[in-house]
């Protein structure tokens, strides 16, 4: 476990690093409630707190459906210096959508960036949009299961939108990051004939959860392979955090009922709202997490944490998955089979012809 006093130096830290250039510019789709929102929170608590003189200056895009002048107002509060803009998204489990988000975010930092004087950027871009869904099967127009789609092709998608401004270090003390919130412990098996689980055997609850997970891990390893020194990824537990999740949901009467009912047990497990969004941000964190051959100089607020090991239990090799309390998860047997037959490219490239077909205006059938 990563003591949250460390964490919260490092961010600090962060915060105020000017040889990494100003301002720090984070990205955070699902930023409009639950984790992605106490993220959010946490990014203007610390820039604010370090003050107008020793931060280097915050921009954040807050991606949602929801706009929330609330949310945006407690921001200004919090660091009244930072630049908070919300980017509506409709339906982010639609590519058609994705892209339209992304181009808005790249159109409007690049117009900022352009008036301070550096090149448009992004340091930290974390992604925690998703829903519950326990149902049969739901394609979009666009032929992806829907709680696939949003929570993982709609989300590596905005990785591949966003990658030139992700890439795009002012200086080599500062990477881009990319953090998804969701669950690497659910990696099992992968049905290589059906990657997309469209016979109905396939298509089980726990095939489906298997899939998005790994799916996830493989598509940041490919990422982290294929951008060594500029950009490090990590698929983040967050444990159980109090969200709307299973109110937004579009879950059965019962589930919702069940879920009312267990929610006061599951406070007493859960990791503080706080704490949360100061964890997730810690995972922009380049002397734990850094990209492929990037040397950490170490020392500083994270002297005595290790550098992490990655997905393939190499030490800093660019993908991460890490446990709720920043702790690097054990290493995963079954998935090194797979990475050993190459899978992680083969996802890779299965999600990359997704992307193009649906580009094109057809219908993914694969
Ligand atoms: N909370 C937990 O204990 C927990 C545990 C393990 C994993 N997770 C995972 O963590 C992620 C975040 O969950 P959370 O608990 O923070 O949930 P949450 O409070 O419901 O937040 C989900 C976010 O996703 C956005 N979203 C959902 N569907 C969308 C769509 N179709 N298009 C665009 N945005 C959409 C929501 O936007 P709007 O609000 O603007 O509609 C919201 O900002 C999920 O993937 C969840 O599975 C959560």
New binding site residues.
């Given amino acids: 476990m990563v003591a949250l006093s460390i964490i919260e130096a490092a961010n600090t830290a962060r915060a105020t690093d000017s040889a990494a250039g100003r301002p720090y510019v984070a990205v955070v789709?699902?930023?409009?409630?639950?984790?992605?929102?106490y993220a959010v929170q946490q990014l203007a608590r610390t820039h604010g707190q370090a003050g107008k003189t020793l931060s280097r200056g915050l921009r954040l895009y807050i991606?949602?459906?929801?706009a929330?002048d609330e949310l945006l107002q407690s921001c200004r509060e919090l660091c009244p210096f930072g630049q908070f803009t919300f980017v509506q998204?409709?339906?982010?489990?639609l590519m058609k959508?994705v892209d339209r988000v992304c181009e808005e975010v790249i159109a409007k930092e690049r117009e900022a960036s352009l008036k301070e004087g550096h090149p448009a950027k992004i340091d930290l871009l974390v992604e925690?949009?998703?829903?519950?869904h326990f149902g049969g099967r739901e394609d979009t127009p666009e032929g992806l299961e829907r709680p696939m789609a949003?929570?993982y092709y709609?989300r590596a998608r905005i990785v591949d939108r966003l990658l030139p401004l992700l890439t795009q270090s002012v200086t080599p003390a500062a990477p881009g990051h990319v953090a998804f919130?969701?669950?690497p412990q659910l990696e099992g098996n992968i049905v290589e004939a059906d990657l997309s689980l469209r016979n109905p055997k396939n298509f089980t609850l726990r095939n489906r959860g298997s899939h998005l997970s790994i799916f996830t891990t493989f598509y940041m390893e490919a990422l982290a392979a294929r951008n060594p020194g500029t950009l490090a990824l990590v698929h983040y537990?967050?444990?159980?955090?109090?969200?709307?999740?299973s109110?937004?949901?579009s879950l059965g009467f019962w589930m919702r009922a069940a879920f009312r009912v267990a929610m006061p047990l599951m406070r007493i497990t859960?990791v503080p709202e706080d704490e949360s969004g100061k964890r997730v941000d810690f995972l922009g964190e380049t002397s734990v997490y850094p990209p492929l051959n990037y040397k950490v100089t170490p020392g500083g607020a994270t002297a005595k944490v290790p550098v992490g090991k990655g997905a393939d239990n190499k030490t800093g090799s660019g993908c991460y998955r890490i446990n709720w309390d920043d702790d690097v998860l054990k290493f995963n047997d079954k998935a090194a089979a797979y990475r050993a037959k190459g899978m992680a490219d083969t996802i890779y490239q299965h999600t990359q012809r997704a992307f193009e077909v649906i580009a094109s205006g057809k219908k993914f059938t694969e």
């Fill in positions: 789709a699902g930023g409009t409630s639950g984790i992605g929102m991606l949602g459906r929801r929330s998204a409709k339906d982010l489990s959508d925690s949009q998703g829903i519950l949003i929570a709609g919130v969701m669950n537990y967050p444990g159980g955090v109090k969200s709307n999740i109110e937004t949901s859960q």
